[in-house]
């Protein structure tokens, strides 16, 4: 049952990534925009939907569906979920750098991880690098202070 339950939901989600990507199709684009298009993030999370909902549904995992869904539930998935919302409601307000490393702290924490080292570079070198892609690869400003 647990492989009839992830083919299930790996052809939903190709129908998902099937739905943004007609979506997608309708965002008008500047052609003068001399950066990626309106369409590209959204297309790009569109192919990823329609390829990894591809391979769970060809290739399922052996953890049922109720099993996962409890798993999420957790405290630990509630914790994580409530964090990332947010990180989400204060993303305009607060240092992409900060903000980001903030949540990337606290995540790590709540995943388990009490490595000083690790839980005081992976936060700064998540953020920037991130910021890094978004400034100078797609030229896209992110929310900072300084």
């Known amino acids: ?11 939903a989600v190709v129908a998902l990534g099937l739905v943004l990507a007609l ?6 684009i500047n052609e003068r925009q001399s950066t990626l298009s309106a369409r590209f993030f959204p297309g ?3 192919g990823a939907l329609v390829l990894l909902g591809g ?11 109720a099993e996962a869904v409890a798993g999420l539930l957790r405290r630990r998935g509630l914790l994580i979920a409530g964090l ?3 990180y989400c409601l204060t993303f305009r307000y607060v240092d992409f750098r900060l903000g980001t490393s903030a ?3 606290l995540a790590l924490w709540i995943l388990g991880s009490r490595k000083p080292l690790e839980l005081a570079l992976v936060p700064v ?15 896209v400003l992110l929310p900072t202070w300084i």
């Open 55 to 65: 391979l769970l549904a060809l290739k399922p995992g052996p953890l049922g569906a």
């Open 103 to 105: 949540f990337t702290i």
């Open 44 to 46: 790009l999370i569109a």
């Open 125 to 139: 070198a998540v953020s920037a690098t991130v910021y890094a892609v978004f400034r100078y690869g797609f030229t």
């Open 84 to 86: 990332f919302l947010l």
């Open 1 to 11: 049952m647990p492989k009839r339950a992830d083919r299930i939901v790996g052809l």
């Open 23 to 28: 979506l997608v199709a309708d965002i008008e």
